[in-house]
C-alpha cells in the first residue's frame, strides 16, 4: 500500500469527542522541544507532556514520530521571506540559501533532517516554485533546475551542519592533528595542500554554493 503523505491525510476524530488540539499546535509543541532539547527529546509520549495531553491523543492528528518531523521541517520552511523573483538568477537562489542557514542556526536539529528526510509538504512546495520561478528564464532543462532545488538544499544543511558541530573548539583540535601530519612528513600531496593556506579554512556559503550552482546549471 503506498504510504499517504501526512498533509493528505484526514485528521481522525473520536466518536461524540470534541478536537482538543490541532496539528498546527502539535507541529509547534514538537519544535520548541527540538529547539530547547534537541531531536532525540522528540517523541510521541513527550509531545503528549508537553501539550498536557495523552499520547493516544496526538495519533488523532499524526500516525507517527516521521509525521511530526516531517511537519516540523516543512513548518520551518514558512518563514523564508523572499523577495519576488527578478534579476540575474544566482543572487536569487543564493538569498534561498542565506535564509536557509539562517533557519537552520536557529533550528540546530533541521540539518539533520533536511539531510536524512525527503519530506516535501505545503512550505517546501512553495519554496520550489519560487526556485523554479528565479530559474524561469535560464536554458536548463526542467531536470536539471528540479535537481539544482534538490542540490541548494543538501548542500546549504551541510555546511550548516558543518557549522553547527564545527565551532573554535573542534577546529582547534582538527588544526593540531593535521599539524602533527605535516611534521610526520608522510603525506607529501596533503602536506602541499594544507602548507599552501590556512590549514583549517572555513567554507563559505556563498563561495562554495555558486560554484556548484553555476557547474551544475551553466556547464
Known amino acids: 500500500m503506498e504510504a499517504v503523505p501526512v498533509w493528505l491525510r484526514e485528521r481522525r476524530t473520536g466518536v461524540g469527542r470534541p478536537a482538543e488540539r490541532s496539528r498546527a499546535e502539535v507541529t509547534a509543541a514538537a519544535i520548541a522541544l527540538a529547539d530547547r532539547e534537541g531531536l532525540t527529546a522528540v517523541s510521541m509520549r513527550r509531545i503528549a507532556a508537553e501539550l498536557g495531553t495523552g499520547a493516544a491523543t496526538l495519533y488523532r492528528y499524526v500516525d507517527s514520530r516521521d509525521d511530526l518531523l516531517d511537519l516540523m521541517t516543512d513548518e520551518v520552511a514558512a518563514a523564508y521571506e523572499l523577495p519576488a523573483p527578478g534579476g540575474p538568477w544566482l543572487p536569487g537562489l543564493l538569498e534561498v540559501c542565506r535564509q536557509g542557514r539562517e533557519l537552520m542556526r536557529q533550528h540546530r536539529w ?80 596533503l602536506t602541499a595542500a594544507l602548507t599552501s593556506g590556512p590549514l583549517v579554512p572555513a567554507p563559505r556559503l556563498e563561495d562554495t554554493v555558486s560554484r556548484v550552482l553555476v557547474g551544475l546549471l551553466e556547464e
Open 110 to 189: 533541521l540539518p539533520e533532517l533536511v539531510l536524512t528526510r525527503s519530506a516535501l509538504g505545503p512550505h517546501g512546495t512553495d519554496l520550489l516554485e519560487h526556485v523554479l520561478a528565479v530559474l524561469a528564464g535560464h536554458p536548463a532543462e526542467m531536470g536539471r533546475k528540479l535537481e539544482t532545488f534538490a542540490v541548494m538544499n543538501t548542500l546549504t544543511a551541510a555546511l550548516a551542519l558543518n557549522e553547527l558541530n564545527g565551532g573554535s573548539s573542534a577546529r582547534q583540535r582538527q588544526g593540531a592533528y593535521l599539524a602533527h601530519v605535516v611534521a610526520a612528513g608522510r603525506h607529501a600531496h
